[in-house]
């Protein structure tokens, strides 16, 4: 007779033995050899020592799945006990897939659901730095927060800095309301909302208040060295050409960078050029730096959105096309003194 004890310590023990113990009895009946008890955040196993060291790696399996996902379904529970005809989980097969980036609160599936954002995540694999440029609605922050999860759920980075420049589009900082923080949360926003897809609520306040997860203004990079991080650069557009030369000589060991922007909305004053035009340009020949240029097929907000861009694209080609030809017009026009 052999006997193990197993510990949940890391994990929620409700989410592990399942409403009403439910979960808790497709192990027992898939163990029927063994008596397996439950004391707390503890299982016990007895019962003959090749039986037991079976149930001790699968269950070694579903803890590592949860601590990895958040939520675990009762089919995705039982797959994982059981074996396919490889001899293989297909549960973990499938969770390799880059088409799952991340399990969010109550199972949800965050899925890379573009061609361009299926090449983010297999090009994040291979490479520490990606400029992720494209127009809005195409999923660059959204896909970008869900493999920075993923790798702090994977235990491939210690933390998730998400930063943005605190640039005024339209609007005036200083009028806003309330202390620094409030007034560059409204600015950060869109951050915390993709957060909240991918991590349950009571998680991400823990991971806010030791620091695992930080989100600040990229002003507040300055003079830091982020090691073993996931960094995102998001509306990158916004940064000049010194603020992105600063963000990315920050960047430190083991560290992943994913700087995301839209080179269509430039919010910087007339007198200031964007500095993520000049870098996509002067780093792309750079091994370990791959970049991914998205468009409207990787539309995935309303239907309309394609078609807001594109007629945005059509009036800007138009006026390009206008530009030039004043320019042209101009060159030819007859210089002082001579005869027209």
Same mark, same amino acid.
């Given at each position: 007779?052999?006997?193990?004890?197993?510990?949940?310590?890391?994990?929620?023990?409700?989410?592990?033995?399942?409403?009403?113990?439910?979960?808790?009895?497709?192990?027992?009946?898939?163990?029927?050899?063994?008596?397996?008890?439950?004391?707390?955040?503890?299982?016990?196993?007895?019962?003959?020592?090749?039986?037991?060291?079976?149930?001790?790696?699968?269950?070694?399996?579903?803890?590592?799945?949860?601590?990895?996902?958040?939520?675990?379904?009762?089919?995705?529970?039982?797959?994982?006990?059981?074996?396919?005809?490889?001899?293989?989980?297909?549960?973990?097969?499938?969770?390799?897939?880059?088409?799952?980036?991340?399990?969010?609160?109550?199972?949800?599936?965050?899925?890379?659901?573009?061609?361009?954002?299926?090449?983010?995540?297999?090009?994040?694999?291979?490479?520490?730095?990606?400029?992720?440029?494209?127009?809005?609605?195409?999923?660059?922050?959204?896909?970008?927060?869900?493999?920075?999860?993923?790798?702090?759920?994977?235990?491939?980075?210690?933390?998730?800095?998400?930063?943005?420049?605190?640039?005024?589009?339209?609007?005036?900082?200083?009028?806003?309301?309330?202390?620094?923080?409030?007034?560059?949360?409204?600015?950060?926003?869109?951050?915390?909302?993709?957060?909240?897809?991918?991590?349950?609520?009571?998680?991400?306040?823990?991971?806010?208040?030791?620091?695992?997860?930080?989100?600040?203004?990229?002003?507040?990079?300055?003079?830091?060295?982020?090691?073993? @991080?996931? #960094?995102? *650069? =998001? +509306? !990158?557009?916004?940064?000049?050409?010194?603020?992105? /030369?600063?963000?990315?000589?920050?960047?430190?060991?083991?560290?992943?960078?994913?700087?995301?922007?839209?080179?269509?909305?430039?919010?910087?004053?007339?007198?200031?050029?964007?500095?993520?035009?000049?870098?996509?340009?002067?780093?792309?020949?750079?091994?370990?730096? @791959?970049? #991914?240029? *998205? =468009? +409207? !097929?990787?539309?995935?907000?309303?239907?309309?959105? /394609?078609?807001?861009?594109?007629?945005?694209?059509?009036?800007?080609?138009?006026?390009?096309?206008?530009?030039?030809?004043?320019?042209?017009?101009?060159?030819?026009?007859?210089?002082?003194?001579?005869?027209?």
């Amino acid at each position: 007779m052999t006997e193990a004890i197993i510990n949940l310590d890391t994990v929620n023990p409700i989410e592990f033995f399942g409403v009403n113990n439910s979960k808790f009895d497709i192990l027992k009946r898939k163990f029927p050899l063994l008596k397996i008890l439950s004391r707390g955040t503890q299982i016990k196993l007895s019962g003959q020592a090749d039986e037991v060291t079976n149930a001790q790696g699968r269950i070694g399996q579903l803890i590592k799945y949860l601590e990895r996902n958040g939520h675990l379904s009762e089919n995705y529970f039982a797959e994982i006990l059981g074996e396919d005809e490889t001899g293989e989980s297909q549960v973990t097969e499938n969770e390799n897939n880059n088409d799952i980036l991340v399990f969010g609160p109550n199972g949800k599936v965050i899925r890379a659901k573009t061609q361009n954002q299926k090449l983010m995540a297999s090009v994040s694999e291979k490479n520490d730095i990606i400029f992720a440029v494209g127009p809005a609605g195409t999923g660059k922050t959204y896909t970008a927060v869900a493999l920075a999860v993923r790798a702090l759920k994977n235990k491939s980075v210690r933390k998730i800095i998400l930063t943005r420049p605190a640039v005024e589009a339209g609007e005036s900082l200083g009028f806003l309301p309330g202390d620094l923080k409030e007034k560059i949360d409204p600015y950060l926003r869109p951050l915390y909302d993709a957060l909240d897809d991918m991590i349950p609520s009571d998680k991400l306040s823990y991971y806010m208040a030791n620091r695992i997860i930080e989100i600040a203004p990229l002003a507040y990079m300055r003079g830091r060295t982020l090691d073993n @991080a996931f #960094i995102i *650069l =998001d +509306e !990158a557009q916004n940064s000049t050409d010194l603020q992105l /030369k600063m963000f990315l000589t920050r960047i430190g060991a083991h560290a992943k960078a994913i700087i995301t922007g839209d080179l269509s909305q430039v919010d910087l004053p007339k007198n200031q050029k964007s500095g993520l035009l000049k870098a996509t340009k002067i780093l792309k020949d750079i091994d370990g730096i @791959a970049q #991914i240029q *998205l =468009d +409207e !097929a990787d539309v995935v907000r309303h239907r309309l959105v /394609k078609q807001i861009i594109r007629a945005y694209d059509k009036e800007q080609e138009q006026e390009e096309k206008l530009e030039l030809e004043n320019r042209e017009r101009f060159r030819n026009l007859p210089k002082n003194g001579q005869n027209s």
